[in-house]
């Protein structure tokens, strides 16, 4: 059975950017470019890539059957007529090179689909000479071509821009509705998939990576002494772990905290692929550990609950919230750019010292 790759679905209500595209998809009339807009974890680049399929699909159904070669391989992001542009690694905004590039890319027909997408992520992020670059891109598409703009901030996009797209605002998709579909179509256990739901705030692909079932890396597969899982791939194991490694900083051998706290450091700054997830762990643990004292059915980590029970009855709710605080800026200074490695020791550091 193939995975269902499509949004989750909120009520009737919430799905207005849902419907506006399946309307499209009947009518088969493509517009130039649509716009979705909407905060992480709306469901955008999920929603794009079913219009794709949807609209290339060999069956001729107004849905994607995820089995044709097309569904596949716009599913493994293998199609040769699906192009991305995004962000470059460690910078700010995206240049007219890129959108050039992506011009060249689009001249000839497309290779094998019916309507090709260009997908352009964090285009709130490209500067005025690539906004100015694309207009005419999007005025007189090359034949079969669409584009699809993903953004936050439409006020960062030129009027012209903004007034040669079809706009579609996506809600976010409740934790609820993304615990349901983890279940239904990728066949996860109701625990794990409501811990991965809560713990991703409603990013399906966030959510996929700590069930292990999106590709990529997880944790680094560190071999120091006492580490017996390989995180890399394993994501669900990676979870305990942190968890585990944070209750150490707090009740574990006082001797031994800051070492522990170092070298807790430099294993989730290895890899940047781990920082995301790693982050969202942690982030459940410490809203966790506020929460507990106050309704203990309601934390993300209910296995771990023994243990909370255990920290509640050594450590000060003021400490809790202080923790929380510390780590809100942790997370916006790196999300600022700052060393992962230092700013990671700093927060860990202070945590043990209070």
């Known amino acids: ?158 009027p012209t821009i903004r007034s040669r797209v079809r706009h579609l605002r996506f809600r976010p998709i409740t934790g609820t509705a993304l615990a349901d579909h983890l279940c239904r179509s990728f066949a996860a256990d109701p625990q794990s998939a409501r811990i991965a739901a809560a713990t991703a705030g409603a990013d399906l692909n966030l959510a996929l990576t700590l069930l292990n079932k999106a590709d990529g890396p997880g944790l680094p597969d560190d071999k120091t002494p006492g580490d017996t899982a390989s995180f890399r791939t394993d994501w669900q194991a990676g979870r305990v772990w942190i968890i585990q490694q944070l209750c150490g900083l707090i009740s574990g051998p006082a001797a031994a905290r800051v070492q522990n706290a170092l070298s807790f450091s430099r294993q989730i700054s290895l890899d940047p692929d781990t920082i995301v997830p790693g982050l969202a762990v942690m982030r459940t643990f410490f809203r966790d550990l506020c929460v507990f004292r106050h309704a203990p059915e309601k934390i993300v980590n209910l296995d771990f609950s023994a243990v909370f029970q255990d920290i509640d009855r050594q450590t000060k709710e003021e400490h809790c919230l202080t923790w929380m605080t510390a780590f809100h800026e942790t997370e916006q200074r790196l999300a600022s750019n700052s060393s992962v490695r230092m700013t990671l020791d700093r927060f860990f550091l202070h945590m043990i010292q209070i």
């Open 1 to 158: 059975m193939p995975h269902d790759h499509s949004m989750p679905r909120e009520k009737a209500d919430d799905r207005a950017a849902i419907s506006e595209l399946e309307q499209i998809i009947g009518t088969r009339k493509i517009p130039n470019g649509l716009l979705f807009t909407g905060n992480p974890g709306a469901g955008r680049e999920q929603a794009a890539h079913m219009f794709a399929k949807a609209v290339n699909c060999t069956s001729d159904s107004h849905v994607p059957c995820n089995l044709c070669r097309s569904c596949k391989k716009i599913d493994a992001r293998m199609h040769p007529d699906m192009v991305h542009v995004t962000l470059p690694d460690k910078k700010k905004v995206i240049t007219i090179s890129q959108i050039r590039e992506m011009e060249a890319l689009t001249l000839a027909r497309p290779n094998e689909a019916r309507f090709r997408m260009v997908l352009i992520s964090h285009a709130d992020h490209m500067n005025t000479q690539a906004q100015n670059a694309l207009l005419k891109a999007l005025e007189e598409p090359a034949r079969g071509t669409f584009f699809v703009l993903l953004a936050r901030d439409t006020a960062k996009l030129l």
